[in-house]
């Protein structure tokens, strides 16, 4: 299970208790990813006792799961985890299937096209700067072999937004799912086999 950012309201160290309560019962890994209101002192120190880190990678058979942590500098993915991408690209050559998580639609800033794309962030604060289309695409595409899925989770936050995504351009496709304010809010379940997901 991937939780994709705003896994709690509050970062406070009772609301990450009542997590690791929740889904001790679950009889499968949980891997988290930092969303907004997850930022807080604490949250860095338990991703690292966790996971490593902010960001990391998790190989599965025939599919990469990589998590990056947008939330140290809002919206932009930092040099040192575009580097990371790219050395998990690299160092695993047999996934084919590559699932990159983060928490906001990157894709989103800037280009006209997704101007009626209501996300969480959207819905408050309007258009938003992202490198996404300047380091991270062009990155993702020197690798025609490998298919890439694009996960995020800051849509159904609230009424004003969508509830879930999907576009598929070439060997990139963006998907976003979430839950909180909305009637059609969703989770996906992923199946994969090294041919297909």
Known sequence: LVLTGDIVRQA???SWQQVDKEISRLPYPVYFVKGNHDVSPGTDELFQNK???TFYSIAKGPALLIV??????????????VR???DQLISHPQQNQ????FHE???????????GIHHNYTSYHGHFRSNYWEDLHPLLLRYPEKRFYLITGDVAGNPGTIPAFYE??????????GMGEINDENFLKVDVSAERV
Not at 70 to 77: E, L, S
Not at 98 to 101: H, K, L
Not at 168 to 177: L, S
């Open 68 to 81: 990056l942590d947008v939330q140290k500098q809002w919206g932009i993915v930092p040099p040192d985890q």
């Open 12 to 14: 406070t160290p009772e």
């Open 51 to 53: 996971f490593g880190g």
């Open 168 to 177: 598929e351009r070439g060997p990139v496709t963006f998907i976003a799912t």
């Open 98 to 101: 590559v699932f990159v998580f």
């Open 84 to 86: 990371f991408l790219e």
């Open 105 to 115: 639609l990157l894709w989103t800033s800037e280009r006209p096209e997704y101007r």
